[in-house]
């Protein structure tokens, strides 16, 4: 992963207008919402699945497990691929994998055949997930915050699109049906879209070329103008730091939320009615509707508050508000009106996290290898998720959820205060040392 590997395309770019990288940010979008079921759509199988075959439902689930792990993993790899050979072949080949896994999962009929189904979707979503980020911030140096969230944003709408078709035909041709037919459509438009997909490198739009200075106009968002690559970036204090901090917000985040359903029954209030914005549903099912929601509006809105007035206070702002609303949540969410409003608050200040990462990643790093980059920082992700059981342990250790909620909200204060008083001044040395590098080298 390094300089000399990098396959640089022939010739100069092409001038395109400048609504060029807004086409390929929606060819990006629909990649992401394409692949989205892969992971939020899966919870629809688990009974289906247990109830044909008899498997235990944490069997079923190992699965999924095997998903996240591939999928957030071999995205450095993946996302090398990009570098090397533009977005095209990576998401071609991303979507073959993602139709061969859901087909597969329509014939698995052991636990074997579905945890290597499972493999090839995550190998599959990682390749579509990491090239669609890598080429949002390459396109858009000047709004990266936004194009990243609105991109990652795709990856929760494609879910709350299809819940309903694929519950239909779940109930009326069964699950597997549902896994084929989803598997070839969902595989098929990625496939198509990524022919679409164009290198950043190939092109330059009027825009940028026009108003060169807009890539920089903001002192709030400073930029590398080296360009690090993967074994270079590993070595670098502030990479680790980012990953301290995206491992204790998304564990934090996910032992908050991936528990709800219990919490809700422990306090005993999931099927109590709840009446808001004239609507009225038990509180669970209202709480987790709500996660669909504001968990996609929240990547593109914390990417631009980013984008104006910088990375680690968006930070420092989104970190604590988790913080607060995790403990909020633990102190009144016994009443039913307050669990489904902080359960909204926790998942709003949560999905930033898959905007401001992968922008700060590329801020501080340079976009030549940011595929690769990102990629490396996406895999705290995987991190994060080895940490989620904690929570049960701390839950079954102490006999109710106080533990774990007060270490979640920890874990994002930790975050919230790493981010500014830590990570700020040593990310802005760093640039400040990698820009003066390249004005001697330049000089």
Not at 29 to 34: D, R, W
Not at 194 to 209: K, N
Not at 288 to 307: A, E, H, K, Y
Not at 363 to 370: I, V
């Amino acid at each position: 992963m390094n300089a000399s590997a990098t396959t640089m395309p022939s010739g100069g770019p092409i001038t395109r207008p400048a609504s060029y990288r807004w086409l390929q940010l929606f060819l990006g979008i629909i990649c992401m919402a394409m692949i989205a079921n892969l992971q939020y759509g899966w919870t629809l199988f688990v009974n289906p699945i247990a109830d044909k075959y008899g498997w235990t439902k944490a069997a079923i689930q190992l699965a999924f497990t095997i998903f996240v792990l591939t999928e957030t993993w071999l995205v450095p790899i993946e996302g090398y691929l990009v570098d090397r050979f533009g977005p095209r072949p990576v998401v071609l080949v991303g979507g073959i994998l993602c139709g061969i896994g859901w087909v597969m999962n329509s014939m698995a009929d052991s636990l074997s055949f579905l945890y290597v189904a499972a493999a090839f979707s995550g190998v599959g979503a990682g390749a579509v997930y990491g090239t669609c980020v890598g080429n949002a911030v390459k396109w858009f140096a000047d709004k990266r915050g936004l194009a990243v969230g609105l991109t990652a944003a795709g990856f929760g709408a494609g879910s709350a699109l299809t819940v309903l078709p694929i519950s239909a035909l779940i109930k009326s041709d069964g699950y597997q049906t549902a896994f084929l037919y989803f598997g070839i459509i969902q595989g098929l438009v990625v496939f198509l879209v990524a022919l679409g997909l164009t290198d950043p490198r190939r092109a330059t739009t009027v825009a940028a070329s026009s108003k060169p200075a807009k890539v920089v106009r903001s002192l709030a968002v400073p930029q590398s103008k080296r360009d690090f690559t993967t074994l270079q970036v590993l070595a670098q204090p502030s990479f680790w730091l980012l990953y301290v901090a995206f491992v204790c917000v998304a564990a934090g985040g996910l032992m908050a939320v991936a528990q709800l359903g219990p919490i809700a029954k422990d306090f005993k209030i999931a099927d109590v009615p709840v009446s808001l914005i004239g609507l009225t549903l038990p509180a669970l099912t209202f709480a987790l509707s709500i996660d669909r929601v504001l968990n996609g509006l929240t990547r593109p809105f914390f990417g631009w508050v980013s984008d104006n007035i910088g990375r680690e206070k968006t930070m420092l702002i989104a970190f604590s508000l988790e913080a607060v609303g995790i403990f909020m949540l633990y102190s009144l969410g016994n009443d039913p009106v307050a669990f489904v409003i902080l359960s909204g608050l926790v998942f709003f200040a949560w999905g930033e996290i898959y905007s401001l990462f992968p922008s700060t990643c590329t801020d501080t790093f340079g976009t030549k290898f940011a595929a690769a980059n990102a990629g490396a920082l996406y895999t705290a992700k995987g991190t994060a998720s080895l940490l989620v059981p904690l929570s049960s342990v701390l839950t079954a250790a102490t006999g109710n959820w106080h533990a774990a909620f007060l270490v979640a909200s920890a874990l994002n204060a930790v975050a919230a205060l790493l981010a500014w008083f830590v990570i700020r001044p040593v990310r802005a040395a760093q640039i400040q040392r990698a820009n003066a590098s390249v004005a001697e080298s330049t000089g």
